[in-house]
């Protein structure tokens, strides 16, 4: 039996056309939430929606999903996103953050346009999305969930423009709890180790590496083994959700303990 913790709770997922963003989708829908999909990638977008509703439909509890492609780096489709959940649902609940790349490469010879990209696509996109959804969460008193990242933790060699995106998405993240929590709006984070998704199955290490760099890979790459995208989406549910009524400017670890 699935929880119904998200009844009418209307919810913008970016990221939604993969991996763990796609699994939230999915596993809001199921718990009742009206869900706005968005992401850049319009194919695999339409996939995920029919997934959701499927989801949705499956379990009962009134969820639905709708799209909306869009680049989270650019002001204009972040704002089109949340206008499209006010013009559909009339209100909005709660945004969950998602979408997100990654990058990799040796520090002394990564390009700045890669640099550049990565911090606008995963911080300034979080930004976008937060800035545009905060005075309708405002109104209904709701919550926002951010992407982290392990990286964000612990040292992760060969990333640094991703690690610090995620250090800052976290940082931005804990001002976002206390600057709103008056309101209330909640505002937390999720820390994902390694979980199976496009990001992860994508991911290059310099060619070049040498014995000693290549036990450096073990460092990040879960030593615990990896997660699933539904291991993340099930932590995001229960953070959107009143179960977490009382938590705000948490980043919760979901890494099957390689940290601990
Ligand atoms: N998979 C992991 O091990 C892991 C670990 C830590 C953090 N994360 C974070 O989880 C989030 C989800 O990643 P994932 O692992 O599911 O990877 P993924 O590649 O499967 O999904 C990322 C999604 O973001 C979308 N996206 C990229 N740029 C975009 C843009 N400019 N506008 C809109 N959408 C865009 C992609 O199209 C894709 O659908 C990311 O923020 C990632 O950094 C993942």
Partial sequence: MTCDRLVDRVVIVTGAASGIGRATAARLASEGAKVVASD???DALAESVVEANAAAKES???GEA???VSDISKEADAAATVGQAIDSFAKLDAIANIAGMLRSGRTHTFGLDEWNRIISVNLTGTF???REALPHLMESKGSIVNSASTSST???PWM????ASKGAIWSFTQTLAVEYCK??????CIAPGSVHSGITSNVEFPPDLTEKEGKLVRRIMSPTGFGNPADVASVVAMLLSDDARHITGE???IDGGTHA
């Fill in 128 to 130: 976008l999305m937060c």
């Fill in 60 to 62: 009962g509890h009134g």
């Fill in 251 to 253: 980043c919760i670890r």
């Fill in 40 to 42: 850049i990638a319009a």
């Fill in 183 to 188: 309101v209330p709006v909640r505002a937390n």
């Fill in 160 to 163: 640094g423009a991703y690690a």
């Fill in 66 to 68: 709708i799209a909306v």
């Fill in 154 to 156: 612990f040292g992760h």
